[in-house]
């Protein structure tokens, strides 16, 4: 496994390593030792697995209130998405800033958001699946999301009309979210 911190602090692009062969391949996903020498060991509570069947849907900005705020490992096991994350910490530098990886069944990257973020995803191919860790237990009542297209944050999307969910299509604006929250204390 090889880890990049991306340029919102503690977050990290982790590229997985198969070892190949006629057969086809073998890859640790994770390996609590070597994330532990990163400083990125986690009790991971929950795996969740996504699937998406159609090109150009948004899933997110999706986040938990504490104590119920959630650390995430997401991979994309099958077609290919745009992985998107904004940090909504209290007091960090990067407040407001977001970033992205590309995730796919192609390069086998992961990428490990902290708590404190919002996060989402656009499918860039028919068919995806995405599956994810998580270190805290899902809280549907401290669930929350901040709008897909909200200017103030202005994420560059690759789709102008996505997919979305009756609930994404209505979450809180940045603005709604700093007057209710003022941000996610971790």
């Not at 999706?62 to 997401?74: A, I, N, R, W, Y």
């Not at 995730?103 to 992961?110: G, Y």
């Not at 994420?155 to 941000?183: E, Q, T």
Request: charge should be negative.
């Amino acid at each position: 496994m090889e880890f990049k911190e991306l340029t919102i602090k503690g977050s990290f692009e982790v590229t997985l390593k198969p070892l190949s062969d006629d057969r086809g391949f073998f890859m640790r996903t994770f390996d609590d030792k070597i994330f532990e020498t990163m400083g990125l060991s986690k009790k991971w509570v929950q795996e969740n697995h996504s699937r998406s069947e159609q090109k150009g849907i948004i899933r997110g900005l999706h986040f938990q209130l504490p104590p119920f705020s959630e650390t995430k490992m997401v991979r994309c096991i099958k077609g290919e998405i745009l992985d998107v994350f904004v940090d909504i910490r209290n007091g960090s530098e990067t407040f407001g800033k977001w970033d992205s990886v590309i995730l796919s069944e192609d390069n086998k990257k992961m990428v490990l958001i902290p708590r404190g973020f919002a996060h989402g995803f656009c499918t860039l191919s028919d068919v995806s699946e995405v599956v994810y860790k998580v270190d805290n237990y899902y809280a549907p009542d401290y669930e929350k999301g901040i709008l897909w297209n909200d200017l103030d944050i202005d994420i560059n999307w690759p789709v102008l009309k996505p997919i979305l969910s009756n609930k994404d299509s209505i979450n809180l604006s940045f603005a709604d979210f700093i007057k209710h929250y003022n941000g996610i204390n971790v």
